[in-house]
């Protein structure tokens, strides 16, 4: 089964920005959208961004649009997540997902990357 690693996760200062990173680790693997989804300590995981591959449309949580931006390869299988103008509120764990067909939901997960911002 496909492997997805998060790199580049950290500590930051609200107004800050990190850059996360998602490579496949089959160049192989072909999918219909990749995303990001974060989790927030004693809360749910929650849907931040997406990509679909074909169209190239991107969709985004309301409070993250203007400040977050994705993007990737889809013939590398890499995904990026730049964001930019950090809040407290954006503390989680965030994991790269992957969706394999129309209609499949995301259903590769990579293992997750811890970003911080603090106040």
């Known amino acids: 089964q496909v492997q997805l690693v998060e790199a580049g996760g950290g500590v930051v200062q609200a107004g800050g920005s990190l850059r996360l990173s998602c490579a496949a680790s089959?160049?192989?693997?072909?999918?219909?959208?990749m995303g990001w989804v974060r989790q927030a300590l004693g809360k749910g995981r929650e849907f931040v961004a997406q990509i679909t591959w074909g169209d190239s449309k991107t969709y985004y949580l309301e409070s993250v649009k203007g400040r977050f931006t994705i993007s990737g390869d889809n013939a590398g299988n890499t995904l990026h997540l730049q964001m930019n103008n950090l809040k407290p509120e954006d503390t989680a764990v965030y994991y790269c997902?992957?969706?394999?067909?129309?209609?499949?939901?995301?259903?590769?997960w990579g293992q997750g990357t811890q970003v911080t911002v603090s106040s």
């Open positions: 997902a992957a969706a394999s067909r129309p209609g499949s939901g995301f259903d590769a």
């Open positions: 089959e160049r192989t693997f072909s999918n219909y959208a």
